[in-house]
Structure formats: C-alpha cells, structure tokens
C-alpha cells in the first residue's frame, strides 16, 4: 500500500475497496458466491496480473492444439499443463491425459445404460440425502438456478455407483463430481473423469475401507519425517495422527480448501501426473508454514495451524503457488511413494497407528 493511502486514514482505502466491489461479480465465474469478507482489492490486483499470465497461456495452447481434438502425452504438453491448462481447453486435456476419453469411445452408450439400469433404492437415498449438500453457495446447485446442476450431479453419481459396485457411494464424491460438472458442463465426460479418477488415479480412497486413504495419509506423515522432521516431532509430541489433519485434503482433493482456481491448477496435474500432485501440494504447504505449525502447544493449536495454512495469499496466487510445489518439497520419485506405500499398507492393514 502507497504513501497517498495511507495519509487518508483509510479514505482513500475505503474508496478502493468499495470501487474494486463493484467492479468484481458478487459470482466468481464457476458459479461460487463471494463471502462477505473477501477482499475484492487484493482479488482485483491478483487477477490483473494472472489475466496476462492467461492471456499468454491461451495463446500458446491454441498453437499447441491448432483445433485437434486428440493430443499425445510428451515432455512439453506435461510443462504445458503444469502452467495451466486454459479453461476452454480443461475438459479436452483432463480427458485425454487420464484416459477418460479413451474409455468412453471404447464404450459407447455404455454411461447411459448405467442410468437405465435397475437402481439400488439404497443407493439412491443416499446420493439424494447429500444432493443439497453439495456446494451450498454455489448457484449452479440450486434449484432457482436456470442451469441447475443437481439432476445431472444426481445421474452422475448415480451411474458411478451401479458402475463400480464395490465403492457405491462415499461422502466426498459429490464434491468431486460436481466440480467435474462446472468444467466439463457434460454428464458423461464427468462419469468416465470419475472412473479415471476413483478406479485409477486414486484407487481405494472411496471403498468403504478407504484403505488408499488411508495408507496415503500415512505415507504423508512419512514424507514429513524424512523432509520436515521438526513438524514431524510435534505431531509425534502431541500424538496427533494424521488423519485428523489433512482427511479432508486427499478425500475431497483440495476442494472447499483451497480457493477454486488453485484447486483446479492442482487438478490440471492430478489428471496428467496421478496422485503424486496431492503428496506436493500438501507438503508445499506444512514446509513453507512449518513455523506456525511448530509453535502449536496442543492437540487444538495443530488443528487451527493445519486450518490456518490453506487460507491466505500463499494459496491465493495460484500461478505462483504452482511453481511452488514443484520445487519447495524437493524430489519425489515414483519409487519413494511406491516404497513408502507398500510400508504404510501393511501397517494399516495390520490396525497399526
């Protein structure tokens, strides 16, 4: 902030502020309502520079691209997609890169014939007991909405459960699915997303023994072992498990965490590079705040600093964050998560803690 702001004793401030309001949809563009305290200042000068960054992205994709509607995995795509794929271009590319596209011109009419099959009546009250608790402040979720999405978020949980029997329906996969909805805006390409996501990407985090969960949360504790050992200590210290902490991170993959844009800059890398994103992101975020964690005297400070480090400008500025993970938590092999997994699966299995 200037020095002609603050000699205003916040006029000037004021004048921005409420200026910055009225330029800013009270709607972000996926359809979420703005709290009554978000900043609309830091919101607008953030975007101004991030629009460029956009503008410059969309550009090169659109050469990348050059209207095709299939692309190859390469060395440059996957550098493409860790700096953003662009909206437009988010639903062709998480498609093509997770395989999903694949799977649904291998099966056609295959995600309608799961609609018109014979539907478990348990299946359908639970799905429909967590409908209008997906996304309450989103406006594409209720039913005054002109594009309401609560029917085809309905068909699409729905379709996955009589598909993959065996997971049904978990609390957390609406989350899921209904983000898939706002990108793709097509029922189908959200079933067979879900299908890449639940039944490879992520395999057993939404069975009902959640064992990949599970064995994930404990890997994580691991990673902050052998990179950030004095969080590791407190954790020990206060014999908080790690579960209790970051659940909600790997089970809703970063949604209704962290702000939308950044979610979905994560996700563009989920569906290209698996699930060694959401290891990243998570130790991004304890190291680069492992004072505020350190400091924590309780059980109850931990929770509050683990809530405290998803909010606040680190997050906010995706762009930059992005670049973050990968470089703030060093190296991370396929091999070290295949290892470690193996380790912590026997573990949970065995009711360890």
Not at 100 to 118: F, I, T, V, W
């Amino acid at each position: 902030m200037d020095t002609a702001i603050k000699s205003t004793n916040g006029t000037q401030s004021f004048m921005n502020q409420s200026t910055a309001k009225e330029r800013a949809d009270r709607v972000d563009p996926y359809g979420f309502e703005r709290s009554d305290d978000f900043d609309y200042e830091s919101y607008e000068e953030l975007m101004s520079e991030y629009l460029v960054i956009l503008t410059r992205r969309a550009i090169k994709w659109t050469r990348l691209l050059k209207g095709k509607r299939k692309v190859q995995k390469n060395v440059k795509l996957k550098r493409y997609v860790r700096k953003g794929i662009p909206n437009e271009h988010r639903a062709l590319i998480w498609m093509a890169a997770s395989g999903a596209q694949d799977r649904l011109e291998k099966n056609p009419g295959y995600y309608q014939s799961m609609l018109l099959s014979h539907h478990d009546s348990k299946l359908v009250e639970t799905i429909r007991t967590d409908l209008n608790r997906t996304f309450p402040d989103n406006v594409l979720f209720r039913k005054t909405s002109d594009q309401c999405l609560l029917k085809a978020l309905y068909n699409v949980l729905l379709a996955y459960g009589h598909h993959n029997p065996s997971v049904g329906y978990c609390q957390g996969m609406n989350f899921v699915a209904g983000y898939l909805l706002i990108i793709t805006k097509d029922e189908e390409k959200s079933f067979w997303l879900m299908d890449a996501l639940i039944g490879r990407i992520l395999p057993d985090y939404y069975s009902p023994a959640m064992m990949g969960l599970k064995m994930d949360q404990e890997v994580l504790g691991e990673l902050v072992k052998l990179k950030i050992p004095r969080v590791w200590q407190v954790m020990a210290e206060h014999n908080v498990m790690w579960t209790l902490v970051v659940s909600r991170w790997f089970i809703c993959l970063y949604i209704d965490i962290l702000p939308v844009e950044t979610v979905l800059r994560i996700w563009d890398c989920l569906f290209y590079e698996g699930s060694k994103i959401l290891f990243r992101v998570a130790l991004t975020l304890i190291h680069h705040h492992q004072a505020v964690i350190e400091q924590a005297q309780s059980l109850p400070d931990i929770c509050q600093a683990f809530k405290q480090i998803t909010h606040g400008p680190f997050v906010e500025d995706c762009h930059a964050f992005m670049q973050k993970i990968f470089t703030e938590p060093g190296s991370l092999s396929m091999a070290t998560l295949t290892k470690l997994r193996t380790t912590c699966r026997g573990r949970v299995a065995e009711g360890e803690p």
